[in-house]
C-alpha cells in the first residue's frame, strides 16, 4: 500500500506536474512579475472584502462620520529607516473641506480633505485662471478617491507641476493627485503616504458607506484597476499602489525619499 508520503511524491512526478513547472519556467522575467503582482492584488482585494465585511458590522456607527486625516507617527511597517515624517500643517486646515487658493509664482495651492464635488472646484478655477498655473501645491490627508482620479487627469491633461513642500502632508487619494504632475516635486521631508481605499473614500460619501457595503468587493476592484491605469498613465510604477492594498484604512504607509524616487513618484526632491 502506498503512503501518503509516496502518493505525493507520484503526484509530483507526475506529467500535470511537470507540465506546470515547465510553463513555468518558460515564462519570461516580466510575465513571471505580471502574474506576482495579480496574483497579490487579488489576494489583498480579498483580504480587504473581509476587512470591510468586519468594519460594517463592529464599527457601522463610526462609518456614518468621515474618517479623520491620519497624521504620523507613521505605519511601523512603512519606511525601513525608522524616521517619522514631521507634519506642520494644523489638524484643522487638514480637516476642512478642499481650499483652492491662487498663490503667488504661478502655484495654485490645495489645502484640506478631497471631498465630493473637489473635482468640479478644481476644474472650474482652472478653467477661470488656469493660465496664472503651472504648479499644483498640495497639502491634503486625502478623501475622495473619484475626485482625486478626476483632478489628477486634469492636472495631466494640462501638463502641469505638483509639489508637496516640506513639513505638508499628502496622503490616502492624495498622491494619486501628486502622481499626474508633469513634473513631480516633493521635499524629503514631505510626508507622503497611502492606505487602503474604504466604502466612503470611494463613494465621497460617508452617508453612503453601509448602503454600498454589498458592492464594496466590486467597487474596491474597479476602483483599483482604475488607480493603476491611471499611475501607468502618467508614468509611475503601478507597484507604488501595493502599499496602498496591504495597509489597512485606519493607518498609512508612508513614502522614504528613496522609494518615491525608485518608484518613479517624484522627478525631483527638493528643500523647499
Avoid at 238 to 258: G, I, K, N, V
Amino acid at each position: 500500500m502506498k503512503t501518503e508520503a509516496n502518493a505525493r511524491a507520484d503526484t509530483r512526478d507526475g506529467p500535470f506536474y511537470r507540465g506546470w513547472i515547465e510553463r513555468i519556467a518558460a515564462l519570461e522575467d516580466g510575465n513571471i512579475l505580471r502574474v506576482a503582482f495579480f496574483a497579490l492584488l487579488i489576494g489583498t482585494a480579498s483580504v480587504l472584502y473581509v476587512d470591510f465585511r468586519e468594519l460594517t458590522a463592529n464599527e457601522g456607527a463610526a462609518l456614518a462620520t468621515p474618517m479623520r486625516p491620519i497624521l504620523p507617527p507613521f505605519d511601523p511597517e512603512g519606511p525601513a529607516d525608522g524616521t517619522a515624517p514631521n507634519v506642520t500643517t494644523s489638524p484643522q486646515i487638514l480637516e476642512q473641506p478642499l481650499e483652492i487658493t491662487l498663490g503667488t509664482g504661478g502655484q495654485l495651492l490645495l489645502e484640506g480633505s478631497i471631498d465630493l464635488g473637489s473635482a468640479d472646484r478644481f476644474a472650474a478655477e482652472i478653467e477661470a485662471r488656469g493660465e496664472y498655473v503651472d504648479t499644483v501645491v498640495l497639502d491634503s490627508p486625502g478623501g475622495s478617491v473619484v475626485d482625486a482620479l478626476a483632478i489628477g487627469s486634469l492636472i495631466h491633461e494640462k501638463g502641469l507641476a505638483t509639489k508637496v513642500a516640506a513639513g505638508s502632508l499628502c496622503a490616502s487619494s492624495c498622491p494619486i493627485v501628486f502622481a499626474s504632475g508633469a513634473e513631480r516635486i516633493a521635499s524629503p521631508e514631505a510626508a507622503i503616504g497611502v492606505h487602503q481605499i474604504y466604502a466612503a473614500a470611494l463613494s465621497g460619501d460617508p452617508q453612503n458607506a453601509l448602503r454600498v457595503a454589498g458592492t464594496a468587493m466590486s467597487d474596491a476592484q474597479s476602483t483599483t484597476a482604475e488607480i493603476i491605469g491611471h499611475l501607468t498613465k502618467v508614468g509611475v510604477d503601478p507597484a507604488l499602489w501595493l502599499h496602498a492594498l496591504q495597509t489597512p484604512p485606519d493607518r498609512l504607509y508612508y513614502f522614504s525619499p528613496e522609494e518615491m524616487t525608485r518608484l518613479k513618484l517624484v522627478t525631483q526632491l527638493a528643500d523647499n
